[in-house]
């Protein structure tokens, strides 16, 4: 007699949660016996009561909650509009539904597919309320934030996980340059939404999210799926385990099977050159590290996101600072492919080499120069082009010092790089303080001009 879907699902479920809870358990007991396990529990019991009991402790940042508050009730439109970011981002990693090996073994059988894929997230949405319950039931208990301020963001964050989650999933089948475009979109609505100060900006974004779910998305969920992708991604996902990893004090790492230009045209094609040869190395390169560049990325686009809603002061300085840590990231890279795997054995040409890398470059710049233009486009004034470029120039200036540097070690030459350290301080510091004293940026005059004298960059 033939189980239905849902029967077999929970078994599956329940035979995989007994299995995790022995090896969880086995774990613990390696890490902690049974009575440090007891202290450990009543301490942590105290902990908590203790914020109840002594209620000064919470009092002493009653300050800080109002604060919080009264952003939250300002901020609300604002995350309305950007948590699409959010989904779009983790779609070129993970593909929001945990349908793993397992799941897909069950649909080679007589059972639905589609149904089995709607267990799957109907479970997903179940924790999340569970779990966004259980934080927003602290916040309103243990703090003075008013229920209604909690419980709206709890029903955002829920309505966006349900309308998204398919998205995510069709995103993540798409190719590289899809996934941007879509990101690219967004965050042009979220610059329109933040120039125009509307929460009907975000509502529009969020009833066009819904009309795409329905019409174009709804009936397309298993259209040209990469099962192997997926399940690869969930597999890793489902079993790897923080107790297992500070047990055996070992990291888990995904074996990478596919990468994110796999389904390119591109890739399949003959070299005609030695510049063909250098970008294919630099994408598969790149598409090994995609998880750490795209953190680095968003990390330097949130934190100017951030300091556009601060003074100017602090902006300049956090471009500053962004600036610096991109070139040398951007330098750490050259130098890590380089020293990796045929590379690193064969004699090859750094400058061809530089020059095929830039591109990549670029392209990660143009995303951090999203926050750059909108905060140019609030802030408007006759100096705001010189701005731009002068960011544009010392960020070059800084690229290609980082990068010949790396070559000069690679090279085995000997040059000492002191002056043109300093002279890129001190260009940062005419960065940093470019608000208040906006003449400074004419210095992109003398920026290209040292560029023009060291290296050849016109790529």
């Known amino acids: 007699m033939k189980r239905s879907e849902a029967h077999i699902y929970y078994f599956i479920r329940k035979s995989r949660f007994r299995k995790k809870k022995i090896i969880n358990k086995m774990a613990m007991e390696v890490m902690i016996d049974k009575t440090t396990a007891v202290y450990l529990a009543l301490l942590g019991g105290y902990v908590f009561a203790s914020l109840f009991i002594f209620g000064d402790v919470l009092d ?19 995350i309305l509009t950007a948590l699409p970011i959010r989904y779009i981002f983790k779609s070129f990693r993970d593909p929001g539904i945990l349908f793993s ?51 709206a963001y709890l029903s955002i964050f829920l309505l966006y996980e349900i309308v998204l989650t398919v998205p995510q999933w069709v995103l993540f089948q798409k190719g590289l340059w899809i996934k ?121 686009t949130l934190m100017l996101t951030v300091f556009i809603f601060m003074n100017d002061t602090i ?60 905060h140019a486009i609030v802030n408007f004034s006759m100096w705001t082009p010189m701005k731009v470029v002068y960011y544009a120039c010392v960020f070059l200036f800084l690229y290609h010092l980082n990068v010949n540097k790396t070559m000069t070690l690679l090279a085995r030459q000997s040059r000492n790089f002191q002056l043109e350290d300093g002279i890129g301080f001190l260009f940062l510091i005419a960065v940093a303080f470019s608000g208040t004293y906006p003449a400074l940026t004419f210095g992109f005059v003398i920026v290209l001009l040292m560029l023009r004298k060291q290296v050849s960059f016109l790529l």
């Open 60 to 78: 002493s940042f009653q300050e800080e909650f109002l604060f919080l508050e009264a952003n939250a009730q300002k901020g609300f439109w604002v």
């Open 101 to 151: 090996s397992t799941e897909y073994q069950l649909t080679l059988l007589p059972y639905s597919r589609g149904r089995i894929w709607f267990y799957v997230f109907l479970e997903k949405l179940v924790k999340q309320f569970l779990i966004l319950t259980l934080a927003a039931s602290l916040v309103i208990l243990l703090t003075p934030i008013s229920a209604p301020i909690v419980v």
């Open 180 to 300: 941007i475009g879509w990101l690219l979109a967004v965050l042009i609505i979220n610059g329109i939404g933040i120039l125009t100060s509307s929460p009907l900006i975000g509502l529009a974004q969020l009833l066009l999210i819904i009309v795409i779910n329905h019409f174009l998305l709804s009936n397309s969920i298993f259209n040209q799926v990469q099962w192997s992708k997926v399940t690869e991604v969930n597999d890793f996902q489902i079993w790897k385990m923080f107790l297992i990893s500070a047990a055996s004090k070992t990291k888990f790492k995904r074996q990478k099977k596919f990468s994110i230009f796999q389904k390119s045209a591109r890739t399949r094609k003959p070299f005609q050159s030695d510049k063909a040869i250098h970008n294919r190395l630099w994408r598969v390169y790149l598409a090994q590290n995609a998880q750490l560049i795209f953190q680095v990325i968003g990390a330097f």
């Open 315 to 374: 902006y300049n300085i956090g471009v500053a600072v962004v600036i610096y840590a991109y070139a040398s990231v951007a330098g750490s890279f050259f130098n890590d492919r380089m020293r990796a795997d045929i590379l690193e054995v064969l004699p090859w040409n750094l400058e061809s080499f530089k020059r095929s890398y830039f591109k990549w470059v670029a392209a990660g710049a143009c995303l951090i120069l999203i926050p750059i233009i909108v």
